[in-house]
């Protein structure tokens, strides 16, 4: 089938970025009839464009505050006849149904609606039904119509047709029909998802539903902020997406405000996840260095620059072209302090950074700065992970647990210290990759094991990496000992006290040994596996 010139062209938009000159374009070099609708009309009409109103071609008046105004047999009856079927033209024909070949159609500004805090039936009014149909419809029938939902589009349309005689061509009318149902499939999502929050929160204020935070289908909107350099590796090709549905999108990573630096690239987005989701376990002052996925240096202090300090003597060397995070706005001593160290970092994140801090680090160009604009609460939403052919969900894991519910295990019970430094270490702990075992000392890691086979050479590696600062600390592990090879090796590096979930058939031994050995061990009955 021959291309199709562009003659008749239906015009309704609720961004109207570029369409007074698209529609000028058509109708001065090819000729095109402009059909249009309520606001885009007048649009047109006041740019000195001659438009012909939708309901000329319908002959119904838009009613209903404009909820009906496309939806009529001479609109969808004109986008989707097959022009090579002589049935569906004799009947088009037979019912004075004359053909479309171009829509121009963006949808009611769903999401940025919902997102301004609107009312749900301010919402329910920016929900696009004549619009989708419209864009469904041409797409379609891309065969014979040309389907023009973006606006960064018109450019190369008007080029395509200038050496086309007035035509598109086939493949790029393919190519806008995908961007079609690419963006109402996403438009769907986002009403889905809404609709599925509203549900919900009504279900909530009367009977809670527990199938209600699983549902049977699951609905995610994504659009692609940044293709990255490469992956994990240089040979993997990789892009980042951001969640547009995220309700607590103002303080997440993937909304941060990047101040200076290079792009981020795949490994660090990853890292920087790991640094922020750890950080916000603390409400007091606190400071994440991570390398690799792991933290190799945590601390709470209410001195943001001891915080920084004792988080990056934990270890050094691994501390060295990772990624920190805190809490709390950075301040121009903690920037003295960074570059005091010789630290290299590849990416700082923080609610905030103070002006001299911000100007302080513009020496370092390619080091990436991002300020979230707040802190939100630890464990506040859903976290997927990808698995070959599917996707796996579960609540962010966040420590909880009220301390009055622990449950000392052994004879001795632990000092108000101790128990103070098991609560950090238990909030640390979390965050290091299973089996983890942390060693902790005056509110800063000073031993971390973690991502072993078996606890036993977790606990080795901690033990190992805090040297003498193991002497009067205090430990964590993310889950039970199986046996009591691993409190030993603690025991033996001069840790006094160890917190743990409890839950193994071999408690008992493992509380003999605590006992034998005249630790206090505490039970909290929960565990923190992070695979």
């Known amino acids: 089938m021959e291309d199709p010139q562009i003659k008749r062209v239906l015009i309704s938009v609720t961004d109207k970025t570029g369409v007074a000159e698209f529609a000028r374009a058509l109708a ?6 402009i059909i249009s609708t309520g606001g885009t009309a007048k649009a047109l009409r006041d740019a000195g464009i001659a438009v012909t109103p939708i309901e000329e071609v319908t002959g119904f008046p838009e009613m209903m505050d404009g909820r009906v105004k496309t939806l009529h047999p001479k609109v969808h009856g004109a986008l989707l006849a097959k022009r090579n079927n002589p ?13 479309i070949d171009m829509i121009v159609v963006n949808l009611y500004a769903f999401s940025a609606t919902v997102a301004s805090g609107a009312d749900p039936a301010s919402c329910i009014e920016h929900i696009d039904i004549g619009g989708p149909s419209m864009l469904r419809s041409a797409a379609k029938n891309n065969e014979s119509v040309a389907v023009v939902s973006d606006p960064t589009d018109y450019d190369g349309i008007l080029d395509e047709m200038r050496a086309h005689n007035g035509a598109t061509t086939r493949q790029t009318r393919a190519r806008l029909a995908l961007k079609v149902f690419q963006t109402t499939g996403a438009y769907d999502t986002a009403i889905a998802t809404w609709m599925a929050q509203q549900v919900q929160a009504a279900g909530n204020a009367t009977e809670a539903h527990e199938d209600d935070e699983f549902p049977e289908h699951l609905t ?5 902020a940044q293709d990255l350099r490469y992956g994990e590796n240089p ?11 995220y309700t607590l999108a103002d303080h997440s990573l993937a909304h941060a405000r990047q101040l200076q630096g290079k792009e981020l690239s795949y490994n660090n987005y990853l890292d920087l996840d790991a640094a922020w989701a750890a950080v916000r376990e603390f ?24 915080a920084y300090q004792k988080a990056y003597a934990c270890d050094s060397m691994s501390a060295y072209g990772g990624v920190i995070a805190f809490n709390r706005p950075v301040t121009a001593g903690v920037v003295q302090a960074i570059f005091d160290n010789k630290q290299f970092v590849e990416a700082l994140i923080a609610p905030s950074f103070e002006p001299e801090a911000a100007e302080m680090y513009s020496v370092k160009k390619k080091a990436r ?4 604009g707040g802190v939100n609460p630890a464990g506040c939403e859903h976290e997927f992970r990808a698995v070959e052919g599917g996707l796996l969900c579960q609540e962010i894991d966040a420590v909880a647990e009220d301390p009055a519910t622990f449950t000392v295990a052994t004879k001795r019970k632990p000092t108000d210290e101790e128990m103070r430094q098991m609560v950090f270490a238990w909030k640390v702990c979390k965050s290091v990759k299973s089996n983890a075992i942390l060693v902790a000392k005056d509110n800063a890691t000073v031993g971390v094991g973690g991502g072993q086979p078996n606890r036993v050479n977790s606990a080795r590696i901690a033990v190992k ?5 193991a002497q009067g600390a205090v430990a964590a592990s993310d889950a039970f000992f199986p046996f009591r090879d691993g409190l030993d090796a603690l025991v033996d590096a001069g840790v006094t006290a160890v917190i743990q979930p409890g839950g193994s058939i071999r408690d008992g031994e493992v509380i003999d040994a605590a006992n034998e050995r005249g630790i206090a061990m505490v039970f909290t009955a929960h565990r ?4």
């Not at 990496?465 to 600062?469: F, I, M, N």
């Not at 923190?528 to 695979?531: D, K, L, N, V």
């Open 28 to 33: 001065d070099e090819f000729g095109a009839k």
């Open 87 to 99: 049935e569906h033209m004799k009947q088009a024909a037979e019912h004075g149904i004359e053909m």
């Open 220 to 224: 995610l909107e994504l659009s692609k």
């Open 235 to 245: 040979h993997q090709k990789a892009a980042f997406y951001r969640r547009d549905d």
């Open 283 to 306: 409400s007091d002052c606190a400071c994440v260095i991570v390398k690799h996925l792991t933290p190799c240096g945590v601390c709470e202090d209410a001195d943001q620059i001891q």
């Open 369 to 372: 700065l991002l300020e979230t």
């Open 465 to 469: 990496q805090a040297g003498e600062k």
């Open 528 to 531: 923190h596996f992070r695979h």
